[in-house]
């Protein structure tokens, strides 16, 4: 299994990103996928998932701003951000399965700042 985030970067507040996940060695298109965030000294804080048929579901904290969705063909899953505010500023991975972390990338820096 292997996911790799990409997309990440410096962006001033109110701004926009898009993140995007690339996923290879399992059945994508079946399983749960999630978006988690992670500042220094404080755990995983999942952000936002979408299940294998298209179902999605956001943190309250996200939820207007962010928009998770999947490309099954191209095994890839994206995280569209706008609005961004200096407190979604984090490391941001993408996971397997929703609201668990074993699986997961090795993350994408996104900073929010002016």
């Known amino acids: 299994v292997q996911l790799v985030e990409s997309g990440g970067g410096l962006v001033q507040p109110g701004g926009s990103l898009r993140l995007s996940c690339a996923a290879s060695g399992f059945a994508f298109s079946m399983s749960a996928m999630s978006w988690a965030r992670q500042t220094p000294g404080k755990g995983l804080e999942w952000v936002s998932g979408i299940s294998g048929t298209g179902s999605t579901y956001y943190a309250d904290s996200v939820k207007g701003r962010f928009t998770i969705s999947r490309d099954n063909a191209k095994n890839t899953m994206y995280l569209q951000m706008i609005s961004l505010k200096p407190e979604d500023t984090a490391v941001y991975y993408c996971?397997?399965?929703?609201?668990?972390?074993?699986?997961r990338g090795q993350g994408t820096q996104v900073t929010v700042s002016s």
């Open positions: 996971a397997l399965g929703i609201k668990t972390y074993r699986t």
